[in-house]
């Protein structure tokens, strides 16, 4: 059994669609598992049918806008029939001395209600392990029972899901991606939030270390595994002529303004041809000079495409403990430092003489002519291929 997250707070005809979604996104998921099974959609619940239950519901549990599965034994709907299941249950994990609670749940069925219900499951555990207490504010062991229109239901285990909304529900948007911690986690963060993903990655080529191109597609293809059976793209562009530029200018301190702001303008012509409505990228205040506030300011107007930063407010040690879940963390990196980036940037560059060094170095062109030298990489379940 599925439990999903907000869903359940949208319209009628809203929450149709984005079920029907999440049910398609598990189905692939399990498909690129090799798992039969068959999926219903009863009223509030979202069942999944099949022979590999265990595995079933860890791949559902993976899947954007799942809030929990479980694993559940399917029984008649009837006070007997979920009674004996549940002592099932209980006699497998409920230790003499442990204390125990039985949620229960019913709706479409008459006879009795849940507290009744719940009642005589609890009864029923006790007379087959009659050293076990009940506790219902703070239990060691939870049975949950539900009678419903399709049968009864019992559980005792739950595996947390990501949450958020089911991937595809919302509209494109385009991740800027790099070699690091923090932007795979944005945008992971965007694609639980339902966005279609396309990454971007600029290339420092020279500039860069020789570990950059790997990290940066590991990065996404573990980025796709999240979203089996969808395709991922990854648009690499050359940056290296604009960095030949920028490296021959006198003033040094203003590069990582110049630099970020270049990234923002060629990700912004790359989401307007494609019609995206955003850019994401993993800024975090404070963390690096070109994230102070003053620096955004400047930073964000390289483009009229809205820049969505889901990971301002978090701390490092957030950040890397989500990197880690995600599958994104890379202890050992290798090289992947940035050559142009100099010893004392500027923390407060003045926008007035950022816009007169990108005019007198015809920035503005230098873009258009990245934008055009994009390599294609499509990622499906992990693994990622060159596609032109
Ligand atoms: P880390 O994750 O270790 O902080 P970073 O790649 O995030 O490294 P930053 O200087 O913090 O480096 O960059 C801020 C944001 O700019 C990144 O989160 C990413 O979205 C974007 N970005 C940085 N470098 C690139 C790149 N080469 N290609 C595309 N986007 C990039
Ligand atoms: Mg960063």
């Known amino acids: 059994m599925i439990r999903y997250s907000e869903i359940f707070l949208k319209s009628e005809p809203v929450k149709r669609r984005f079920i029907s979604i999440m049910t398609e996104n598990i189905r692939l998921a399990l498909e690129a598992e090799g798992l ?14 099949g022979d590999e239950p265990r595995r079933i519901a860890a791949a559902a549990a993976r899947t954007f806008g ?31 001395g442990m204390s125990f609670a039985v949620r229960a749940r019913r709706s479409g069925v008459t006879g009795f209600n849940s507290q009744e219900l719940g009642a005589a499951v609890g009864s029923a555990v006790l007379d087959r392990i009659p050293e076990a207490r009940v ?13 419903r229109e399709f049968g009864g239901l019992v559980y005792d285990e739950m595996i947390r899901g990501p949450g958020g909304l089911p991937y595809g529900t919302q509209d494109e948007v385009i991740g800027l991606l790099s070699a690091g911690i923090d932007s795979p986690v944005a945008s992971w963060l965007m694609m639980r939030r339902g966005c279609r993903m396309v990454h971007v990655n ?46 021959g200018l ?23 041809e494609r019609g995206a409505y955003a850019l994401v990228n993993g800024d975090n ?23 969505l930063r889901p990971l301002i407010g978090f701390d490092k040690e957030e950040i890397i403990e989500r990197a880690r879940v995600i599958g994104t963390f890379n202890a050992r990196p290798g090289n ?16 007035e003489t950022i816009a007169q060094i990108e005019e007198e170095n015809d920035v503005a062109s230098l873009a258009e002519q990245a934008a055009r030298t994009v390599r294609r990489y499509r990622a499906k379940n992990g693994v990622v291929e060159e596609a032109g």
Request: hydrophobic content about 45%; some cysteine.
């Open 250 to 272: 006198k003033e040094p301190r203003y590069r990582c303004i110049l630099c970020k702001r270049f990234m923002l303008r060629v990700a912004g012509i790359l989401a307007e």
């Open 36 to 49: 039969t099974h068959r999926i219903e959609t009863p009223r509030g619940r979202v069942l999944i049918y």
């Open 336 to 351: 992947v430092g940035c050559t142009v980036a100099p010893r004392y940037p500027s923390t407060a560059a003045p926008a």
């Open 135 to 147: 506790d219902l504010t703070a239990p060691d062991y939870e049975v949950f029972v539900e009678a």
């Open 202 to 247: 600029m290339r420092s080529g020279r500039f860069g270390g020789e570990d950059e191109e790997k990290n940066v597609l590991a990065n996404h293809a573990r980025l796709s595994a999240w979203v089996p059976g969808h395709p991922l793209d990854l648009l690499v562009v050359e940056m290296e002529p604009f960095f030949e530029v920028i490296t």
């Open 66 to 96: 799942v809030a929990s599965a479980s694993v559940c034994t399917v029984t008649t709907a009837d006070i007997e029939g979920i009674s004996a299941t549940a002592v099932e249950h209980a006699e497998r994990r409920l230790r003499p």
């Open 285 to 307: 205040l404070g963390q690096v000079a070109s994230q102070t506030l003053a620096n955004m300011a400047v930073i964000a107007p390289a483009t009229p495409v809205p820049v």
